[in-house]
């Protein structure tokens, strides 16, 4: 194989991944999982009983897909301006996302001293805090822009 076929294989399997879209029905699919998710929190958090850790793990995973669904499903009407709208999402998210995970520590930090006189150990934020704070960013970002175009 010669380096320009390498080349070009490569390219094409990038531009696969970066093109890559789920049918717009993943989307109604997406919010129906993150809202039975959402729901089967709030009757895990009051009428649950017990230590009933895994569930909650299962279910943060659980609305992260279904989240997640609702990111990468196709518009109804997918043309050039909504991928670049995507792609501003995206990256608004990203960045909104890193400046989250550097500053949030130190607010959580303050603030449960401020409340607390004996104090709390400083700790970072979570990987779900943070992919969930990304994907509802991203979300409102996407829709947001696309109101105003």
Excluded at 42 to 67: P, T
């Amino acid at each position: 194989m010669g380096k320009q076929n390498f080349v070009e294989c490569e390219r094409k399997g990038l531009e696969r991944l970066i093109n890559f879209r789920l049918p717009h029905y993943f989307y109604n699919i997406g919010m129906v999982i993150a809202g039975l998710a959402i729901v089967m929190m709030f009757v895990r958090a009051f009428a649950l009983e017990g230590d009933q850790d895994v569930l909650k793990e299962v279910l943060k995973k659980v609305l992260l897909i279904g989240m997640m669904f609702m990111s990468i499903a196709r518009d109804k009407f997918e043309d050039e301006m909504i991928v670049k709208l995507r792609m501003q999402s995206y990256t608004y998210a990203f960045v909104a996302g890193v400046i989250y995970a550097l500053i949030m520590p130190f607010v959580e930090y303050g603030v449960s001293n401020a409340l607390k006189p004996e104090g709390e150990a400083f700790h970072d934020i979570g990987d779900f805090q943070l992919l969930l704070f990304i994907l509802m960013v991203q979300l409102l970002c996407f829709h947001t822009l696309k109101r105003m175009r």
